[in-house]
């Protein structure tokens, strides 16, 4: 995707090496394996907690019962969870390149997501009346598990994107109308955050045909407004 900047917006780092084409085809690979990894991750997370609520002592804590739960009984309620969790990830954006570039953004993603996926999961499972009925503590350790295993592997993910190879095919591209003395002051200040949501591809000459301060020999003049 290209941007299209005055001289006084917040700016980024000087221009990519890329093509659009190279950027979009790997921001689409690292998309769909955060997508997959993802659902393992969730999954793996349901059934650990499974195999903590119902395989080891805490089995007695809360309403006894006499009938022993299986990891297949609980297999529609974690098919159910699973889904439902990946569901409320995109919904929160979790897989955009603003969130994929910062760690912090992707932390409150996971934190906001769990949050809306407890609640949904929890009423969802209660309308409609699963058989076995859906342990709450099951719930209370599968969002532990989440909050845990997910921000720990998106946290391996972000310093692999955190690599200016890598991150660079995430960002934004960028044309400015102008260049001023505070812009390029700007465009130093960013130009290493690993962050930025976008980069500077080129500088387009503004109306009155004068730039205010002189542009970069490695900043690339594209034209006239």
């Known amino acids: 995707m290209s941007l299209f900047l005055t001289g006084t917006a917040n700016p980024t780092a000087l221009p990519l090496k890329q093509s659009a084409s190279t950027s979009a085809a790997q921001y ?4 769909s394996g955060a997508f997959v990894a993802d659902l393992l991750a969730g999954s793996f997370a349901l059934l650990f907690a ?4 119902f395989e080891t002592p805490i089995v007695g804590i809360g309403v006894a019962s006499d009938v022993v739960i299986r990891p297949m009984d609980y297999f529609g309620h ?3 969870g699973v889904v439902l969790m990946m569901t409320v990830l995109v919904k929160f954006g979790v897989y955009s390149r603003e969130s994929l570039l ?4 992707t932390l409150k993603g996971l934190v906001k997501s769990s949050v809306v996926w407890i609640v949904a999961y929890l009423s969802l499972t209660l309308v409609l009346k699963f058989d076995p009925p859906i342990s ?3 719930c209370g350790i599968g969002l532990i598990l989440m909050l845990t295993i997910l921000p720990v592997w998106r946290g391996i993910l972000w310093r692999v994107i955190n690599q200016e190879q890598t991150s660079s095919s995430l960002r934004h591209r960028a044309l400015v109308v102008g260049w001023s003395n505070d812009f390029a002051k700007a465009v130093e200040m960013f130009a290493h955050a690993s962050d930025r949501p976008f980069d500077v591809v080129g500088v387009i000459t503004p109306p009155d ?3 205010q301060t002189p542009v970069p020999s490695n900043m690339p003049v594209m034209g006239s407004y």
């Open 28 to 31: 689409h690979r690292l998309v």
């Open 50 to 53: 499974q195999w903590l609520r």
């Open 78 to 80: 974690i098919v159910l």
């Open 102 to 105: 910062s760690y912090t953004a």
């Open 136 to 138: 709450r503590i099951f």
């Open 209 to 211: 045909g004068v730039f």
